[in-house]
């Protein structure tokens, strides 16, 4: 592949997934301007990966594969656990995910969840993934894929089930 079909290739997957991959990064790294950081390196890892992508799974399934990998790296450093997310799950919901979740509760209700179970939901509903893709970008198989969503939707219908009844009683 010459360096202008590289180009021109990630020139059509920036534009093609470039704001699926930053919502992405926001959602799970909780702060804008990190997410930038990591959008922008996903697409610079992909540009180092062109020449070995094999089209075993769809562009976006291996472009998400690469966003979730940079974000647990960038969890894993110590500075992130004493950085200042101070934007709250509706923030930033409002700033990420413009009318994805139909109620603000569930976009709170989702945020709650753990990270390995948030990433399942996101990716299966909300970027509308299969279970296969959804199980080739976190790195697990699709039992353990099906197994997180089947955990969160459990979870998830648990803290619905008991702010609705909190707020109907």
């Not at 894929?145 to 939707?153: G, M, W």
């Not at 459990?154 to 909190?166: G, I, K, P, Q, V």
């Amino acid at each position: 592949m010459t360096d202008a079909e590289r180009r021109e290739t990630l020139e059509r997957l920036m534009l093609a997934h470039g704001t699926q991959i930053k919502r992405l990064c926001t959602l799970q790294l909780r702060d804008a301007a990190l997410a930038e950081d990591a959008a922008q390196e996903v697409f610079v890892k992909a540009w180092k990966g062109l020449a070995s992508f094999r089209a075993e799974c769809g562009e976006k399934t291996w472009l998400t594969r690469i966003a979730v990998n940079t974000c647990r790296d960038y969890q894993r450093t110590g500075w992130f656990r004493f950085m200042d997310r101070s934007l709250t799950p509706e923030e930033l919901a409002d700033r990420s995910v413009p009318d994805t979740f139909p109620d603000e509760t569930m976009s709170q209700a989702i945020a709650k969840l753990p990270r390995e179970l948030r990433m399942a939901v996101l990716l299966r509903y909300y970027e509308g993934l299969t279970i296969r893709e959804v199980a080739h970008a976190l790195g697990v198989c699709e039992a353990t894929a099906k197994r997180r969503l089947r955990k969160a939707n459990a979870l998830l219908r648990n803290m619905l089930e008991r702010w609705y009844s909190d707020v109907y009683a």
